[in-house]
């Protein structure tokens, strides 16, 4: 168990759901890592909370794919595999495709401008080194390009795919190495649907989840290579 996992309170929220909250966020950026034990009595005391609402955000973490119940184990936060990287990628891919393809009919002059400041943005969080805020950067960049589709059913199925992604996106971007690559191709993407090149926006925009993709099946190999 980190250390750092501490309970974010906030005001306006029931308990149980600033318990799941917390321990989501843990999953998502790795303070939990994977095949880790969450043991109720211990994160009770750990968030200074009963274990009640602990009880209850394992449940719903459990209903998101994040926990899986172990017989004789209990519950452990659920491991990244292969077969649940292409699941989410390889939807999200079609839908990432699509997106760039109607920002480039439909973008407005002022999400242009919040798209290369986005760009702008992404790149100075680089510099940082803090993976929270390189990813928060990163989505931020995103939202911006599904939002200009001006498509609200598209935007609420990329939202549903929103938590697994951010996990396996908060991976990728913890390799600095790869830094540089995602920044280009920000820009070629945002050059793209400035200039309503959907070919290349388009083809651009598979690639940034192909090498996303590449990157973690490597991790994950490395992984199991040194278990």
Do not use: W
């Amino acid at each position: 168990m980190q250390d750092n996992l501490q309970v974010n309170m906030d005001e306006f929220l029931p308990l149980r759901d600033v318990v799941f909250n917390t321990l989501r966020q843990a999953i998502l950026t790795g303070e939990l890592k994977p095949g880790e034990r969450l043991m109720e009595i211990h994160l009770a005391n750990r968030l200074g909370v009963s274990r009640t609402p602990i009880r209850e955000a394992i449940r719903k973490l459990e209903l998101e794919g994040l926990v899986i119940m172990i017989p004789r184990r209990g519950a452990e936060v659920a491991k990244i595999t292969e077969k649940s990287l292409q699941d989410v990628l390889e939807v999200r891919r079609a839908l990432d495709a699509l997106s760039v393809e109607l920002a480039c009919e439909r973008i407005s002059e002022e999400e242009l401008i919040q798209l290369k400041n986005a760009c702008d943005e992404f790149e100075k969080a680089t510099h940082t080194k803090d993976p929270k805020k390189i990813a928060k950067a990163d989505v931020e960049l995103h939202d911006i390009i599904v939002k200009a589709t001006g498509n609200s059913r598209l935007v609420q199925m990329v939202n549903n795919l929103s938590e697994q992604m951010y996990r396996y996106r908060f991976e990728y971007i913890k390799d600095a190495s790869k830094h540089q690559r995602l920044i280009d191709e920000h820009r070629v993407i945002y050059e793209s649907i400035r200039n309503k090149d959907k070919t290349t926006a388009s083809e651009t925009a598979k690639l940034h989840i192909d090498n996303q993709e590449t990157s973690v099946m490597e991790q994950i190999h490395s992984e199991r290579k040194i278990k």
